[in-house]
């Protein structure tokens, strides 16, 4: 049984790592959280002790080891995107693996500083990449391997999921803290691109507002068109006489990859990953990160060569502005 602690226990995105821990049979010492509306840890590990300031959980942790003499294996990161990375450092400073979220950090840099870390510390960092795990993508991977070598494939990659006005007013509106839309919503994709389709050979955007992206990404294996939005109205009619907020559309030369379902445990299968060895580190994490930040940081030109029909949509004001 190892010892677990969590960081960001409040999260939408915490009880799939409570479960993860839980059913792998491991134990969790302490949680900590900004906030306090973290009664979920009664349905997983209510003896965990909780915190709401990094200096007690950190004395904690410390007492834990030097008083009872029990260590700390992994933290569990599940935070907003522009603290992973000094959590993930404090992990490494106790003497822990750690297991984050995405983006794993906001900027390729961080990756290098980390990988320094790891060596001295002789720990590891450890990125939530599930969709690596899920049996659609790893089917379609195989698909791709075993096409001729020369063959490109065209893809168009389409994910919207509103978001009301809570959204700006929240750190996930503030650029500095989420890494803006790309990051925060499409960087899982462009990790799953990325383990498809191979290298990026060229990353050009069209549109970048508040509320949505498009661009064009070439890989090894594929022309991608992508489009990302939270702007309800930018959904297809369809969906909305449905009654639904959210649509996510995969098309591979045309054929749409079935992609709705099995998600349940992606979580747990990694921490299974994790803890039987493997898992996925820093260098796995890199390009994905590369790639949302070049993105948040190359002026948009406009609609210009191959751009996601989505580009096309009228744009929107900023609702505080």
């Not at 709401?52 to 003499?69: A, M, S, W």
């Not at 389709?197 to 990404?217: E, P, S, W």
Request: with cysteine; net charge neutral; glycine share 6%.
């Amino acid at each position: 049984m190892k010892n677990f602690a969590l960081i960001g226990a409040s999260g939408y995105i915490a009880p799939r790592h409570l479960k993860a821990i839980k059913d792998t049979d491991n134990n969790l010492l302490a949680a900590l959280d900004k906030f306090d509306s973290v009664g979920i840890m009664d349905s997983y590990f209510p003896d965990a002790d909780f915190f709401v300031e990094t200096e007690r959980f950190d004395r904690h942790i410390e007492k834990l080891k030097y008083d009872k003499g029990v260590q700390l294996d992994y933290v569990s990161i599940c935070t907003p995107n522009y603290l992973h990375d000094s959590h993930i450092r404090m992990a490494l400073r106790r003497g822990a693996d750690a297991i984050c979220e995405k983006p794993l950090v906001l900027n390729p840099w961080n990756l290098d500083a980390l990988q320094k870390m790891e060596a001295e510390s002789g720990k590891k960092v450890y990125n939530i990449l599930q969709l690596r795990l899920h049996q659609s993508i790893i089917d379609l991977k195989k698909k791709i391997d075993a096409a001729p070598k020369d063959k490109i494939f065209d893809v168009d990659l389409t994910y919207l999921t509103s978001r009301g006005n809570w959204y700006y007013t929240s750190w996930k509106g503030d650029v500095a803290k989420s890494g803006g839309i790309a990051t925060n919503i499409g960087v899982h994709f462009y990790d799953m691109l990325s383990f498809i389709f191979g290298k990026v050979k060229a990353n050009i955007v069209h549109v970048h507002t508040h509320d949505r992206a498009a661009g064009y990404l070439e890989f090894e294996r594929a022309r991608v068109r992508w489009f990302l939005s939270i702007n309800y109205d930018v959904l297809p009619e369809a969906i909305k006489e449905k009654g639904q907020r959210t649509y996510r559309s995969i098309t591979i030369e045309g054929e749409e990859l079935e992609f709705s379902g099995g998600f349940t445990d992606l979580h747990t299968r990694v921490y299974e990953d994790i803890l039987d060895g493997k898992g996925y580190g820093l260098n796995e994490a890199r390009q994905a990160i590369e790639i949302v930040h070049n993105i948040r940081n190359t002026n948009p030109i406009g609609l210009k060569g191959e751009y996601h029909p989505f580009a096309k949509k009228e744009l929107a004001n900023h609702p505080f502005k």
